[in-house]
């Protein structure tokens, strides 16, 4: 287990080669893009059970996280 | 205060003691052989799966501090306290891929540390070593503040001097000695289930008791138009926009960098696991979201803070006294334990990270080459509790603000830990030497922006008053850099840019002129799954 004294590794037992890579990827920029620009959100109106846009936009935003979030996963398991 | 509330400190002492027994209980669960190695002592077996994972990190990220002290900045200073919520949505899509493939080296090359990784990676030891000791001066205030969040539900229940503190964080240093990392997995479902269940009461109770979300919101409203401050308010002033997001970014971006965050990830089982709990974790944002809000109740209920030793209001007990003036006894007794229980978890996973660091990029590296399983194991064993001594004093001996000032700090210093740990993990294009003169640069830049901002008090009168001098905050006005406006900025952004603009120049300078360290990792080791040929399964070790 320790790290300076790896012996090189023979033929055959390094991990095979794969890629992260996917377009599905992109959709984890969405995410980013609704909450980091703050002038998007930043109100009182419309009001949601009393409760001002700033915040349960935010709240909400959290679920287009998950979502984007878990169809990267799934798209990465293919 | 009119004395201990005795109902309460019966729920909250019973259910605190059962933890602890937990605690001590855990070193049998999923047990191995023997517990005298990091791999078992200090990340568990690394065989943790999904739920385990789940509650681990959840209970870890999400700590008693952030569930005391997010709610009181958002009674203070109203929507600028809400950017622990974009922080904690934009943190899982940023470091998706970046902790698979941390996950994955790691596994294949048995790393136990972020600093192992750079260690591997870019061949310099003393860049490792810089990697370390960031992680552990960053590191050892979070701890201490998990007290602050013990201390104020105990101010709540009329508990004062240092005696109780005193007494939980021994017992912790003592199962978490015995017990290692399951002890904090095994406590995080008790932790965050009691979380969950309180929040989502007060979230229903109490703003039905106070009329309703509109009524509490004209209260929050009406508070902050008679205050001075023009920088509160129920949405951000129009200067503090770019704070707020480059706040929310910067805090995503060096989440993971701390070392108790990646421990996590380090002991989770498959590649697999990882990738899934980033989908599954923002439940505790929600949860967090929810918790902001518990501010603008505790403004409408007329919560008035105690005031601290230091003769302040100290605003951390504002959601623990709103918990006791709206719930029954007893039920406020189960939110205080869960916010003292909130506390033990994180305080625990984080002694491991930093005493693995010590064991593994210090002891190991510099003091005892030859260290076998055994020794490492018992050195981290040592070192956790000297880092919870250490903790524990700063806390007792020196002022709480003073902690809470090192971990703002401590977020700028972290940041700049991200081009030789997570841009390594994608490229090996930096210099070695250039990733050190960065680090250094960063370092300089921010401790010199922190150290320039004061804290100011707004009278009622108009005028204003310096409450501090330096190292007020972590808004850097960006006049002071020549520019006309008003707007502020999170100085973790201007340290982390300059950092950055070093590693570039400082590479594109030294390439091919300075000797760089020789990388061992090599590109199919980031995207290794668990059951790969030379990725270490442990599994079959653990019963």
Sequence with gaps: MSLDNDPPRPVGTAPPARSDRSPWNWL??????????????????????GIPFFYWYQLAVISVGVLCTYLVYRASKR | ??????????VFTVLFV??????????????????????????????FGGWITWFLIGGDLYTAYTFVAVPALVFGAGAVGFFAVPYTIIVYPIVFFVLARMWSVSH?????????FVRARSGSPTLALLIALTGIVATM??????????????????????????????????????????????????????????VLVAVVVIPYKLGGFDVIFEAAGKKFESTPNPGDGIVLGGPAQLQYATLALGSALALFLYPHS????????????VKKNMAALPAYTLVLGLLALLGYMAIAAGVKPLVGENGKPDGNTVVPLLFEQQFPDWFAGVAFAAIGIGALV????????????????????????????KQEARSSKLASLVVKVGALAAILALD????????????????????????????????????????SAGMAVGMWALYQIPQKLFNADGTVTLTKEHFGGSAFPLSDLGFDTKSTIYVGAIAIGVNLLVCVLGTLAMRGRVDDGIDLTSPSDYTAEQGDPGVKDLEALVH
């Design chain 2, 262 to 273: 990646l421990t996590g990830v380090f002991a989770a089982k498959s590649r697999d696991t």
């Design chain 2, 18 to 47: 059962a933890v602890s027994a937990l605690g001590f209980f855990a070193s049998r669960w999923r047990r191995a052989e023997s517990l005298d190695s990091l791999d078992e002592w200090g990340l568990g077996g690394r065989s």
């Design chain 2, 346 to 373: 994180p305080a625990a996973i984080m002694s491991i990270a930093a005493a693995n660091l010590w064991t593994r990029n210090i002891y190991k590296e510099y003091l005892n080459k030859d260290a076998t399983p």
């Design chain 2, 141 to 198: 205030p979070y701890i201490a503040l998990q007290l602050v969040g013990i201390e104020a539900v105990l101010k709540a229940m009329g508990v004062t001097g240092h005696v109780p503190i005193i007494i939980a964080f021994t017992i912790l240093a003592a199962y978490t000695y015995n017990s290692g990392l399951r002890a904090p997995a095994l406590i995080a479902f008790v932790k965050d289930t009691l979380i969950y269940i309180v």
């Design chain 2, 400 to 439: 709480p603000q003073f902690s809470i000032d090192l971990q703002l700090i401590g977020g700028v210093l972290i940041l700049q830990t991200l081009p030789a740990v997570a841009l390594g993990l994608y490229t090996r294009w930096f210099h070695a030497k250039a990733l050190i003169a960065g680090w």
């Design chain 2, 1 to 10: 205060m009119d004395g201990i509330k005795g109902t309460e400190l019966a």
């Design chain 2, 108 to 116: 294949v090359h048995g790393f136990v540390t972020p600093a192992d």
């Design chain 1, 28 to 49: 984890l920029l969405v995410p980013l893009v609704v909450t980091l620009y703050p002038p998007l959100y930043n109100r009182t109106s419309p009001e949601l059970a």
